[in-house]
């Protein structure tokens, strides 16, 4: 295994990902525990990651010196390379001007973690964001490779097996990090790759056994993937334990909410609560046009609902929510400056607080595919866990203005058309979202012999790897015209059909 030490950066779970994806387990240890974590896993390697931090600071991180005289290899990234250089007699100086952003690093001498991947002399593309440099290198080390801003920006010492980098291997500007990564993690620390998710399934369910213990847990199942990977996983460590509460606010797709409660039902014999809420919603949404009133008020009902559900089962010790790497991160501030509500999450906070309870969290480090591919380990379909990305207040965020039932109604048919012909042109899965939106628009148009006035429809599809940035997706040329005509032809009520070309920055995947 690795051990990851984790001084801060917001993109620590990313080092973990790429270790996983070289096939070798690994664990994050904040830098404050990071020793007992090393005594316990007695790791193969330790990575040693980025901080908002400065070497310079007083009481800035440090490494534990029983990591240092382990003789364990390490690699350090970013703060970890100049925290590495500084406790180990090299020097770290304020930058004058840091590198942000793209930079050219030119590759100076043969180094193990490039094997297969770089050579002497090349340029490659990284990705840099530091403001302090390494202007003196420990003993032992020799540079590797160089960038415009820094003669350092790898450092190797072979003999201890040390290795690190100025740039940020595991972020995807970087192309080639990942391989690096797995350099080190097979060439330098010599494991085999062959960890897989049967792994980490067997170690989730031995960690939700040890921290639930005897205790009743309760899961919110949205009608989603995620809640329903976790809620299976949870009930695979503790079985009748296990309560699963579906809140549903009748703001599903065609035949979704339907999809749920028999997969839980009838495949999996796991007893849920379907506490139909459609009226509640609706009447709650009545005359309610502006997003964030909207999401806040599903969020809050939501929540009234589900207490009652978990009063009338009478009560239980932990919450369990399907909460993913990414909605960690965009609940946070991603700058370091003071965070931005862009949109009020309604599976993120507010419950815990409320219910007082522990928090039973087991996919909080993994990404949307990797759950995905931890739901097929768990026997679920791949038609459900391929299912893309739904929001949790629904069709009510893809209808701009006011929410009735029967907007909800129209959006419901036009959107069920869209996905179909996605399907049938075999795009479903290279699609990371497609869905459509009912403009609180009117249009003017002919049909036959006469006028319509109604309403226009927004059609949008992104390609994404973790929600966080996305693209609009190009369909093949006559696919748009086809959907458009179909959808104008059978759904009465929609007289005209948009496509939305907006990139995620600046615009966001959903339009509330
Ligand atoms: P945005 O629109 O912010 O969406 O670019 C990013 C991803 O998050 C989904 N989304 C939500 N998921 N509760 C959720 O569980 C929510 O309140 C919510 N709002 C947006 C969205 O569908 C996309 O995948």
Redesign the pocket.
Known sequence: SILIVDFGSQVTQLIARRVREAGVYSEIAPFTTAEAAFARMAPKGVILSGSPASVLDEGSPRIPQAILDSGVPIMGICYGQQVLMQQLGGNVTLGESGEFGHAVIEITDDCVLFDGVWKTGEKHTVWMSHGDKVSALAPGFRPVAVSPGSPIAVVADDSRKYYATQFHMEVAHTPDGAKLIANFARHVCGLTGDWTMAEFRAAKVAQIRAQVGSGRVICGL?G?V?SAVAAVLIHEAIGEQLTCVFVDHGLMRTGEAEQVVSLFRNSYNIPLVHVNAEETFLAGLAGETDPEKK?KFI?GAFIDLFEEEARKVGGADFLAQGTLYP?VI?SVSFTGGPSVT??????VGGLPERMNMQLVEPLRELFKDEVRALGMELGLPQAFVGRH?????GLA?RIPGEVTKERCDILRKADAIYLEEIRAAGLYDTI??AFAVLLPVRSVGVMGDGRTYDNVLALRAVTSTD??T?EAFQFPGDFLPRVATRIVNEVKGINRVTYDYTS?PPG???WE
Do not use: C, L, V, Y
């Open positions: 949205s989603g995620d999401r969020g909605d965009e862009i949109k009020s999450h309604h599976n990305p739904f929001p949790g207040p965020i990371w979202q929600g966080m996305a995620k966001t995947i959903e």
